[in-house]
């Protein structure tokens, strides 16, 4: 029998021997009330995805449990217990099938197998075991728009002649020019150059190409065949039947292409420019197609027991086409990438805020909210640098001023821990950490060798204990090998076990945050109401029963509103305590 935590009845007093510390260690520390009285079961429960705080694994990083120097389940599974003091709902896995890792993991090889770099089937039983019986959720990476060069499927394809069955599972095409010598189109690759690689024959002549919108090395599946629909659907149940709550969809915007293949043209400058493409009509990105193969996948999802649910990684310009993948029966949630990418600014956050609601509020969906991941420039030192772009454009990270990345980054945690629906926390964002250099000899992105682009400096392995690397992400020994990236030797400061006995550190920060989320019934799913009187500058909003929301990104501190007692703050307060600095963020009680 798979067992499955409870349905979440999330508002409740605190209940744990570490909530009740560290409601205990709130009071002593500032003095600060916490919410009154018994709140468990005064609101109807949703399903959990409308509201959960997820925490994003990326498994080759977070802890290494057999000394080769990259993240594996048994590093993971050692470390639950992190996990479940810091109060989050589930974790996210990112892919950990079997890939000859050219895009770490992005290229699967077997959607059935666990690569044993990560472990084994037997280790992933286990781990979902263990988490559910700590109350965590697991949610797994699919991998629907390519596969690895590889993959069987793909393998038959080069083996197999023009025209073949075999090919028509991919995007095989003539090359146009007179010998075929060039692409079939202009369509670009999110890792740069063409989208096209042309293939030798069997018989060694050159032959057709195939489309990859990432590496050559992940060649896209043809989803107009049925075979592909009807493969991944039982690779869904694979996992389901392996007890998994959830699914995030690798570039679910992608997976559906225009079958006549346009040119780009004049768009396809933009493409290779870093940042998101814009989506509108787009010939690969966003096709309105999409739906109908997610409102499959969803039905296969709700035919199983436990509220399974699917998030999608889709890059779209505009808030109302990602609400599109949500529409009713559709999938449950999607990454808001809007917020990640907005700047540090007021007006630009509200209005993201603004828009990304109302475009789920009329599908009935929870938004999402999300600061970092495994792609994009870690945000503390995007909110340190005026330059820095999130998409992996960090041209701009010799100039970051650390300190004021953190002490943002601490006001953007309690935005995000505040605003309605569900809320993704990228693994070492807890901690504060930020972009780490990667020497170009250590770089392993494939993106690199194209664009000069690399992704690396937010992928680096977990500071976890000790004064030096690996800092307790390896088990200690002679034998044991460097992480698959270096890890800056600054990272001493930052650790796990530095922070945990830091009440003023970034995961005192979050752990404080996300155990009173959980005993506040105004937090996770819901509304929220701008509030009128907030000076220019100051995101100020209220979510009922009782709370309040302030950040100030003015150029001034800030009074506090009268009538409001102070439940948590990102930093000190200024004048007595009756004023928030710049770049500051609370959370209020209404006094009774
Ligand atoms: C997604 C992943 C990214 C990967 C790409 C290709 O954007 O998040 O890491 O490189 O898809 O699979």
């Known amino acids: 029998m798979l067992r499955h935590p409870p349905a979440f009845h999330s508002r409740r007093p605190p209940e744990t021997i570490e909530e009740r510390a560290l409601t205990d260690l709130e009071q002593q520390l500032h003095g600060l009330s916490t919410p009154s009285g018994d709140r468990a079961g005064d609101r109807a429960g949703g399903p959990w995805w409308r509201e959960a705080v997820v925490y994003q694994v990326y498994i080759r990083s977070f802890a290494d449990g057999n000394g080769d120097g990259i993240g594996d389940i048994a590093g993971l599974r050692s470390r639950l217990t992190y996990l479940q003091e810091l109060g989050v709902d589930a974790i996210w896995i990112n892919p950990w099938y079997r890939s000859p890792m050219v895009d770490a993991g992005y290229d699967v090889e077997d959607y059935r197998e666990i690569d044993p770099l990560f472990g084994s089937m037997a280790d992933a039983e286990a781990l979902i075991a263990d988490c559910h019986a700590l109350g965590i959720r697991v949610i797994v990476d699919l991998v629907p728009n390519h596969t690895s060069s590889r993959h069987a499927w793909f393998q038959a394809a080069l083996a197999a002649a023009p025209g073949s069955p075999e090919r028509a599972r991919y995007w095989f095409r003539p090359g146009r020019g007179a010998e075929g010598e060039l692409p079939p189109n202009d369509w670009r690759s999110r890792f740069g150059g063409s989208a096209w690689t042309r293939v030798t024959e069997a018989d060694g002549s050159p032959g057709e190409w195939y489309l990859h919108l990432f590496a050559p090395e992940q060649p896209d599946l043809n989803w107009d065949h049925p075979e592909i629909a009807q493969e991944f659907l039982s690779i869904l149940r694979f996992w389901l039947d392996r007890g998994v709550d959830g699914f995030r969809i690798d570039v679910a915007h992608g997976l559906v292409k225009d079958p006549a293949l346009p040119d780009l043209g004049e768009r396809a400058v933009r493409e290779d420019e870093p940042g998101p493409p814009d989506t509108t009509d787009h010939p690969y990105w966003d096709r309105d197609e999409l739906s109908d193969i997610y409102r499959e996948w969803r039905r296969v999802a709700d035919s199983y027991a436990g509220d399974r649910m699917f998030v999608a990684e889709a890059w779209v310009s505009d808030p109302h086409r990602l609400a599109r993948y949500l529409d009713g029966d559709v999938l449950h949630t999607a990454f808001n990438f809007h917020f990640l990418d907005c700047a540090w600014a007021a007006p630009a956050l509200r209005a993201t805020i603004d828009e990304t609601l109302a475009a789920h509020v009329r599908v009935h969906a929870p938004s999402t909210w999300v600061l970092s991941n495994h792609d994009v420039t870690r945000h503390r030192s995007r909110y340190g640098s005026r330059l820095a772009g999130a998409l992996g454009d960090s041209g701009g990270l010799s100039e970051v001023d650390l300190a004021l990345g953190e002490r943002r ?47 690396d400096g937010c992928r680096v392995p977990m500071p976890w204990s000790g004064e030096v690397a690996p800092f307790g992400f390896s088990p200690a020994g002679s034998d044991v090998a460097a992480p698959w990236l270096p890890q800056p030797a600054e990272w001493a400061s930052v650790s796990a076990e530095r922070e945990a006995a830091d009440a003023d550190s970034m995961l005192a920060l979050y752990r404080r945050a996300l155990a009173l989320r959980r005993s506040l019934r105004a937090l996770g799913d819901g509304e929220l109401s701008w509030a009128l009187e907030a000076p220019e500058g100051v995101l100020a909003f209220t979510r009922e029963p009782g709370f309040q929301l302030i950040v100030n990104l003015s150029e001034a501190p800030v009074p506090l509103p009268a009538g409001w007692r102070v439940l948590l703050a990102s930093c000190e307060l200024a004048d007595g305590g009756t004023a928030l600095p710049v770049d500051g963020a609370v959370w209020l009680e209404r006094e009774l």
Request: charge should be negative; avoid cysteine; proline fraction near 9%.
């Open 409 to 455: 980054a601490r006001a953007a945690a309690l935005l995000l821990l505040a605003l309605p629906g569900s809320a993704y926390v990228y693994q070492g964002e807890e901690l504060g950490l930020w972009e780490a250099p990667i020497p170009e000899q250590a770089i392993q992105d494939p993106e690199f060798a194209r664009t000069g682009r690399t992704r």
